[in-house]
């Protein structure tokens, strides 16, 4: 039996609450145990109903977001936080993947990917919408001459996010420095890694190196 996944939202807006709440709870294994209007109750309301994957608005009353998430690092709980924000600055999400948060999410986009975002993190992976990757992809691959600004979807088995990983490769980046560009952990991308090896059936990264060059997506 599948257990279910507890889920905490905190938003000082009822309507977003109740908007993302309706959306939850179209997935049977989901189930929303509770809400927060202000930043000040949110831990307290979290580990009173043991929840697995709270999802925080940046803004907030009384404490803002990367309090709370500050509380939680302090107080050792361990929840799975996504945050949903109106902000896309890169540097500002930078500081909050650092905290340990593992998803990101802008108000714009909550109602495409949400679903998808909580079943992520609630497995231990990170997740971001496609908006933020791609910009946080951009910003660590700009000014790269032997990028090619057309990234076309040429394998219906890898995800956006495995040609990414393939092109930084290609493009020589180490793991951790891929890591540090795209904010995710070393462990995620050495997951990446593995994946893509499996799908392409390459017996090395010297592999993933020619399918880049060979489909096109790094100039050799």
Same mark, same amino acid.
């Given at each position: 039996?599948?257990?279910?996944?507890?889920i905490?939202?905190?938003?000082d807006? !009822?309507i977003?609450i109740?908007? %993302?709440?309706t959306?939850?709870?179209? =997935?049977p294994?989901? +189930?929303?145990?509770?809400?927060?209007?202000?930043g000040?109750t949110?831990?307290?309301d979290?580990t009173?109903?043991?929840v697995?994957v709270?999802?925080?608005?940046?803004s907030?009353?009384?404490?803002?977001?990367?309090e709370?998430?500050?509380?939680f690092a302090e107080?050792?709980?361990p929840?799975?936080?996504?945050?949903?924000?109106s902000y896309?600055?890169?540097?500002?999400?930078k500081?909050?993947?650092?905290?340990?948060v593992?998803?990101?999410?802008t108000k !714009?986009?909550a109602?495409?990917? %949400?679903?998808?975002a909580?079943?992520? =993190?609630s497995?231990g +992976?990170?997740y971001?919408?496609?908006?933020i990757?791609?910009?946080?992809?951009?910003?660590a691959t700009?000014n790269n001459p032997k990028l090619?600004?057309?990234?076309?979807?040429i394998?219906?088995l890898?995800?956006?996010r495995?040609?990414?990983?393939i092109?930084?490769?290609?493009?020589e980046?180490?793991?951790?420095?891929i890591?540090?560009?795209?904010?995710i952990s070393?462990?995620t991308?050495?997951?990446?890694?593995?994946?893509?090896m499996?799908k392409l059936?390459?017996?090395?990264t010297?592999? %993933?190196?020619?399918?880049?060059m060979?489909?096109h997506l790094?100039?050799?």
């Amino acid at each position: 039996m599948t257990k279910n996944v507890r889920i905490h939202l905190a938003d000082d807006h !009822q309507i977003i609450i109740h908007g %993302i709440q309706t959306l939850l709870n179209t =997935v049977p294994n989901f +189930e929303v145990v509770g809400s927060s209007l202000t930043g000040t109750t949110v831990f307290e309301d979290v580990t009173k109903n043991k929840v697995d994957v709270l999802v925080l608005d940046i803004s907030m009353p009384g404490k803002d977001g990367i309090e709370v998430v500050k509380e939680f690092a302090e107080k050792g709980y361990p929840c799975k936080v996504i945050i949903l924000s109106s902000y896309d600055d890169l540097k500002l999400i930078k500081e909050i993947m650092d905290l340990g948060v593992t998803g990101y999410l802008t108000k !714009q986009c909550a109602g495409d990917s %949400i679903i998808e975002a909580v079943h992520a =993190v609630s497995k231990g +992976e990170e997740y971001f919408c496609e908006t933020i990757r791609e910009k946080i992809f951009n910003n660590a691959t700009k000014n790269n001459p032997k990028l090619k600004t057309y990234k076309p979807n040429i394998n219906p088995l890898l995800t956006e996010r495995e040609i990414e990983i393939i092109i930084l490769i290609a493009l020589e980046y180490s793991g951790k420095e891929i890591s540090e560009q795209l904010f995710i952990s070393t462990n995620t991308v050495e997951t990446h890694r593995k994946n893509i090896m499996k799908k392409l059936k390459a017996k090395n990264t010297i592999g %993933i190196v020619k399918y880049a060059m060979n489909n096109h997506l790094v100039i050799s």
